[in-house]
Nanobody, 119 residues
Framework: QVQLVESGGGLVQPGGSLRLSCAAS????????MGWYRQGTGKQRELVAT?????????ADAVKGRFTISISRDNAKNTVYLQMNSLKAEDTAVYYC???????????WGQGTQVTVSS
């Protein structure tokens, strides 16, 4: 079964931390470029961080130095993480896991996980 399942969202105070996880089930994800995107209320979906098949990373300017994307690989499943530190109210959004597969660049998306930063 091919799917991306996010977890780890929740409510956190400003300055706090959360770690999001994305379980990527399916052999097609073994060579996928992975990423995290987010969409705030009334806003367009935006890139947060990406990780290439060669493990190069890229971050949106708004999260550089605060967020870290990483991946854990095994034969059956890859898990992509987003460690979020020093969270701000403006980080509040639904966070989506993304995978880009193959030369044709087919996109897969998870269902999203809500992150709310509020005191």
């Amino acid at each position: 079964q091919v799917q991306l399942v996010e977890s780890g969202g929740g409510l956190v105070q400003p300055g706090g931390s959360l770690r999001l996880s994305c379980a990527a089930s399916g052999s097609i994800f073994r060579r996928a470029a992975m990423g995290w995107y987010r969409q705030g209320t009334g806003k367009q979906r935006e890139l947060v961080a990406t990780l290439t098949t060669g493990d190069s990373t890229n971050y949106a300017d708004a999260v550089k130095g605060r967020f870290t994307i990483s991946i854990s690989r095994d034969n059956a499943k890859n898990t992509v993480y987003l460690q979020m530190n020093s969270l701000k109210a403006e980080d509040t959004a639904v966070y989506y896991c993304n995978a880009v597969v193959g030369a044709g660049g087919i996109n897969y998306w998870g269902q999203g996980t809500q992150v709310t930063v509020s005191s």
